[in-house]
Nanobody, 116 residues
């Protein structure tokens, strides 16, 4: 099993920045890719960004140029640096771990609210 624990959410003004962290523990060698998804009220959960063990990244079009995903394999941690935040970025953000193409593990979620 794999456990994922997120931190770093909160309230920020439009144009501000936040950094989310996700620490993985357990049978982490089985994880091929880690990522971040988000779910806004009344909407489906959507991929924000993911990163493979080798460092290949993938971003949703809506966050390209504003968000950066990275991972520290030594610390078994993945980060999401979010800059130029917009009200439409408001959502619960979930860390994910995948052994293959789709996520197998999820964190508990952290709320990000962008509002003035």
């Amino acid at each position: 099993q794999v456990q994922l624990v997120e931190s770093g959410g909160g309230l920020v003004q439009p144009g501000g920045s936040l950094r989310l962290s996700c620490a993985a523990s357990g049978i982490i060698y089985s994880i091929y890719a880690m990522g971040w998804y988000r779910q806004a009220p009344g909407k489906q959960r959507e991929l924000v960004a993911d990163i493979t063990r080798g460092g290949r990244t993938n971003y949703a079009d809506s966050v390209k140029g504003r968000f950066t995903i990275s991972r520290d394999n030594g610390k078994n941690t993945v980060y999401l640096q979010m800059n130029s935040l917009k009200p439409e970025d408001t959502a619960v953000y979930y860390c994910s771990g995948a052994r293959g193409v789709t996520p197998d593990y999820w964190g508990q979620g952290t709320q990000v609210t962008v509002s003035s």
